[in-house]
């Protein structure tokens, strides 16, 4: 097995190491030659269950329908160039909507950039405000595949909390991509990533104190389902004061 294709190979399968410690358990892969490494490491992995779709935009709206039917975080990949774009509408969708998806897309490296190489854009940072995070990983190397579970762990974190939605790993692979039998388990663990504690601010709680001071008082059925909304943050509620009428 050739040495370049064989840590490939081992950087796919940290990542979905990290991806499935982190709780990613559906994987939707749109073939392509650069993201071979990573589609091979999704298809073996054990504890993933892998959807080929061929057309990269279906495939998005496939994995934003599935993440949002099983409450959780579903992963993409795709190979390099135009076919990363066709993620993009989905990829709204998913923004919007606040549903987590995973985005892994394979890349040349940086030698094959800005010279005039096939199937080549500038990928890292493509899909802008619409992501959470984006993250151009380093170029495979054995000693890093710690580094690349802990990337993808991070990024599955990102995807569900605070605000829900699409994250971006963007994945530069060298050839030969494919690679020869399968290799001996990594033993690679996630990483454990805790959440901040968030408080409110002072000053605004103060704020929503007088708002709401008589609030809830009477029992019509309007001001009822004001009341029950307020614990429901997708539903509105109309917050009424003396002098004026918030929404």
């Known amino acids: ?10 950087w796919g399968r940290a990542l979905f190491d990290g991806l499935s410690g982190a709780g990613v358990r559906r994987v939707v892969l749109s073939p392509g030659s650069r993201s071979t490494p ?13 959807q080929v779709v061929l057309d990269e935009r279906g495939a998005a709206f496939f994995a934003l329908g599935a993440a949002r039917a099983g409450g959780a975080p579903v992963a993409l990949v795709a190979t390099s160039g135009s076919a990363v774009s066709e993620w993009l509408p989905g990829v709204t969708e998913a923004d919007l909507a606040r549903v987590p998806l995973i985005l892994l897309s394979a890349d040349r490296p940086p030698e094959l950039r800005q010279c005039g190489a096939n199937q080549t854009i500038d990928q890292p940072g493509l899909f802008g405000s619409r992501s959470r995070f984006s993250l151009e990983l380093p170029l495979p190397e054995r000693a890093l595949l710690p580094t690349a579970c802990r990337a993808a762990t991070q990024a599955v974190a990102v995807a569900r909390w605070p605000l829900p ?26 990483a454990r990533v805790s959440r901040p504690l968030l408080q409110p601010d002072p000053g605004h709680l103060q704020e929503c104190r007088y708002l709401v001071k008589d609030f809830g ?5 309007k001001s009822t389902r004001q009341r029950d909304s307020r614990y429901c943050p997708d ?8 002098s004026r009428t918030l929404q």
């Open 1 to 10: 097995m050739d040495e370049t294709a064989e840590i490939n190979y081992a």
């Open 38 to 50: 990573l589609a091979l490491a999704a298809a073996r992995h054990p504890d993933l269950h892998t």
């Open 165 to 190: 939605g699409p994250v971006h790993l963007n994945v530069p692979l060298r050839e030969p991509l494919t690679p020869g039998r399968d290799g001996p388990p990594l033993a690679l663990r996630a």
């Open 217 to 221: 008082t009477s029992q019509s059925p």
């Open 235 to 242: 539903r509105p509620a109309l917050i009424t004061t003396p």
